[in-house]
T-cell receptor, first 114, second 113 residues
Framework: DADVTQTPRNRITKTGKRIMLECSQT?????MYWYRQDPGLGLRLIYY???????NKGEISDGYSVSRQAQAKFSLSLESAIPNQTALYFC?????????????FGPGTRLTVL | GQQVMQIPQYQHVQEGEDFTTYCNSS?????IQWYKQRPGGHPVFLIQ?????EVKKQKRLTFQFGEAKKNSSLHITATQTTDVGTYFC?????????????FGQGTILTVHP
């Protein structure tokens, strides 16, 4: 969805480097999420934020941190990247006031850690 | 924690054949959503089911939510090449976690013309 953007789209880095993935949205949604996708494992939730002052760990938060700088921006950091963090990362947003509360995904960031 | 299992992991069909993917949760769900991800793309919302035993249809797609609200299925009648992609179910426990989804592993559908 063009309303949810992620930068960079592709990144190759080395073990031990600090990496930040950024997500911005123009949908005006209050909720934002970070997932990683690995073949055969589906989408796994890393962190989620239901508003600017609310940050929650997901099922696989170890090795990651996040920052919700504003309602429209949610960044994911890998403090010291390791090869098993190689994956496709998606940011998503949702609006608590909609009936379905469906999530809208960004285009994804493909991260490779060597 | 909540787990959502989805089978099969892969399904190969000839165009015109039917396709079904199944989803099972370890806990009772408040609702379940289905998403489709085209190859090289991102997940896109298809539908949400909320009521026990609910059945919804979207053209050739039929979605069901089990009576116990712990399982769901997506059935595609007479597949077309445009149906290719990965189908995910995603469950929400509701309450203070409403909106937080646990995704199944996905079913990758390939359709041979």
């Amino acid at each position: 969805d063009a309303d949810v953007t992620q930068t960079p789209r592709n990144r190759i880095t080395k073990t031990g480097k600090r990496i930040m993935l950024e997500c911005s949205q123009t949908k005006g949604h209050d909720r934002m999420y970070w997932y990683r996708q690995d073949p055969g494992l589906g989408l796994r939730l890393i962190y989620y934020s239901f508003d600017v002052k609310d940050i929650n760990k997901g099922e696989i938060s170890d090795g990651y941190s996040v920052s919700r700088q504003a309602q429209a921006k949610f960044s994911l950091s890998l403090e010291s990247a390791i090869p098993n963090q190689t994956a496709l990362y998606f940011c998503a947003t949702s609006d608590r006031w909609t009936f379905y509360n469906e999530q809208f995904f960004g285009p994804g960031t493909r991260l490779t850690v060597l | 924690g909540q787990q959502v299992m989805q089978i099969p992991q892969y399904q190969h069909v000839q165009e015109g054949e039917d396709f079904t993917t199944y989803c099972n949760s370890s806990t009772t769900l408040s609702n379940i959503q289905w998403y489709k991800q085209r190859p090289g793309g991102h997940p896109v919302f298809l539908i949400q089911l909320v009521k026990s035993g609910e059945v919804k249809k979207q053209k050739r797609l039929t979605f069901q939510f089990g009576e116990a609200k712990k399982n769901s299925s997506l059935h595609i009648t007479a597949t077309q090449t445009t149906d290719v992609g990965t189908y995910f179910c995603a469950g929400s426990a509701g309450g203070t976690s409403y909106g937080k989804l646990t995704f199944g592993q996905g079913t990758i559908l390939t359709v041979h013309p």
